[in-house]
């Protein structure tokens, strides 16, 4: 049973950056489909990046609208983790933040219900 972990969260400024980490046990990430979603109060989970497993074909990553060209997903296979670099972060960006994993890694996937794993969330603040 795979066990998401993801610390890192804080607050931070607008305009400003932060890294989110999720790292697993009981099971290696190499092959299994991994994703950011968050969620603020009283709102839905969105989803904010996705990474494909090894192997792939195509693109291997995919975004939410919102966070295109602001945000990078990536995993680092060796470690077991992977992380979500947030650039010129937003008021709006302001969620609680969760990793999640897929064993199937066939394709991009963009909503919660087709992740099996999750981690417990963490706070990410933007202040103005």
């Known amino acids: 049973q795979v066990q998401l972990v993801d610390p890192g969260g804080g607050l931070v400024q607008a305009g400003g950056s932060l890294r989110v980490s999720c790292a697993a046990s009981?099971?290696?990430?190499?092959?299994?489909?991994m994703a950011w979603f968050r969620q603020a109060p009283g709102k839905e989970r969105e989803f904010v990046a996705a990474?494909?497993?090894?192997?792939?074909?195509?693109?291997?990553?995919g975004y939410g609208n919102s966070v295109k060209g602001r945000f990078t997903i990536s995993k680092d296979n060796a470690k077991n983790a992977v992380y979500l670099q947030m650039n010129s972060l937003k008021p709006d960006d302001t969620a609680v933040y969760y990793c999640?994993?897929?064993?199937?890694?066939?394709?991009?996937?963009?909503?919660?219900?087709?992740?099996?794993?999750w981690g417990q969330g963490t706070q990410v603040t933007v202040s103005t």
């Open positions: 999640a994993g897929r064993r199937s890694s066939d394709r991009l996937r963009y909503y919660p219900g087709e992740y099996d794993y």
């Open positions: 990474i494909l497993g090894i192997p792939w074909s195509g693109d291997n990553t």
């Open positions: 009981g099971g290696t990430l190499v092959s299994y489909a």
